[in-house]
């Protein structure tokens, strides 16, 4: 066994160990501490598997935002009251959902030992038009031009929870503001915080947006972390969640579908089919749509965590 | 054993541990937490197969890893909107729990005597 197996086999553990805690702990705030301590182990697997792109989606989204929405919505529910008064399953029960729960990673695991071979697979028909993209790195392309169609429905559907969670606004508030993340008073360490990481976290944001065209990175990653930034500064109260009848706000929310599909409108004239980009030109025109996803992510994900309106909208 | 199986089988063990999360956890927002563990273990399994998918200069299929990647997006907007739900179920009831049969917070005194 070389040290990398080692490494391998230990990295293992740890995930299930730390998810075997998200679930088993006690406290909800403790679980989800544990799940995002568990995010990030599971990005390095991500890293181990050949996939960066993913790994740093998992890092920024799956660990971190999702982290601050259960952490954020975990508070409300305790200030809210009782948030532990649902009762506990009895043995019976706790032995029949293991009993599943086994039988169940069983047959995945069965059906993982016994994948195809040769394994089947798109990369060569990915390599072969990347260079007419202009890209160099093929996650983004697949993502912005060989199924451009889904990403822009996927961008749809992050529009849709907005309006969805939105909705569940009772009407007197309705086009007020979300309740404010963070605590009253600002604190002096988080106020240092966004002094010291908020710039940098901006320029990161947009670097990885950047270089997405030919290294790991794309408008996914760097717009969840322009919308992390955001939310630092929310917590500490240096500005309040906006009011969601904004203009700018809902401006900002479309303008990545709404690029996105004028773009793929445009096509049939540009390059002779729906979401065709022109021959040549396709790099610069996919960087333009990226831009605007990375804003539009950068809006909806905060939006997301902030919550439906709670305040009147007349101040 | 190498690491694509590993990580596999890691896949399937976070399967299985997020449904013994989803059953047994009376909290729905544990219940959320478990499922998004669900999530991520399919999301490995599609990962491998991304691996394995490894050609043409490439250490991986860019396919299944775009998929991958909007799947972690729509998850957690998904998990956004469920969040959103409880708390207004929270409002409406008093109560954290899905459980049709515990009582919900009585009344307000006042109300509900003509």
């Known amino acids: 066994m070389s040290i990398l197996q080692v490494l391998d086999l230990g990295l293992a553990i740890l995930v299930l160990a730390v998810a075997g805690w998200t679930i088993a702990a006690r406290e909800l705030f403790a679980s989800v501490v544990g799940y995002v301590a568990y995010g990030l182990l599971l990005s390095i697997v991500w890293i181990r598997l050949y996939a960066p792109d993913v790994a740093l989606t998992e890092a920024a989204i799956g660990s971190g935002v999702t982290g601050v929405l259960l952490v954020t919505s975990g508070a409300r529910l305790k200030r809210a009251g009782n948030v532990e008064a649902a009762e506990p399953s009895g043995p019976s029960q706790r032995f029949l959902a293991a009993a599943l729960a086994v039988l169940v990673a069983a047959a995945l695991a069965t059906v993982i030992l016994l994948l195809p071979e040769p394994p089947p697979t798109l990369a060569p028909e990915a390599g072969q038009q990347l260079a007419a993209t202009g890209l160099a790195n093929p996650v983004t392309a697949v993502l912005i031009a060989y199924r451009s169609f889904d990403t822009m429905l996927e961008k749809i559907v992050l529009v849709l929870a907005v309006v969805g969670v939105w909705s569940l606004a009772p009407d007197r508030v309705w086009g007020g503001a979300p309740a404010p993340l963070g605590r009253a008073r600002p604190e002096g360490p988080l106020l240092f915080l966004d002094q010291a990481l908020v710039p940098l976290g901006i320029l990161v944001g947009i670097h990885i947006f950047w270089v997405g065209a030919d290294e790991p990175g794309g408008a996914f990653q760097g717009g969840a972390i322009l919308a992390a930034m955001w939310m630092i500064v929310m917590i500490s109260r240096l500005t309040e969640p906006p009011r969601v009848g904004a203009r700018w706000l809902r401006l900002a929310l479309v303008a990545g579908p709404a690029v996105f599909l004028a773009v793929g409108l445009a096509g049939p004239g540009m390059g002779g089919s729906f979401f065709a980009y022109p021959a040549g030109f396709a790099k610069p025109i996919i960087l333009f749509i990226e831009a605007f996803m990375v804003l539009s992510i950068a809006a909806t994900l905060p939006m997301l965590v902030a919550g439906p309106p709670r305040r009147s909208p007349e101040r | ?114």
Request: no cysteine; net charge positive.
């Open chain 2, 1 to 114: 054993m190498n690491v694509s199986s590993l990580a596999g089988l890691v896949g399937a063990a976070l399967v299985g541990l997020g449904l013994y999360g989803l059953i047994v956890n009376p909290q729905p927002l544990r219940k959320i937490l478990a499922f998004n563990l669900i999530g991520s273990g399919a999301f490995l399994v599609f990962g491998i197969v991304a691996r394995r998918g490894a050609a043409a200069a490439f250490p991986f299929d860019p396919v299944p890893q775009a998929m991958v990647i909007t799947g972690i997006v729509v998850a957690f907007a998904a998990s956004a909107l469920a969040v959103a739900l409880i708390l207004r179920l929270q409002e409406e009831t008093g109560k954290v729990t899905l459980d049709p049969d515990v009582p919900s917070k009585p009344p307000v005194t006042g109300a509900s005597n003509p």
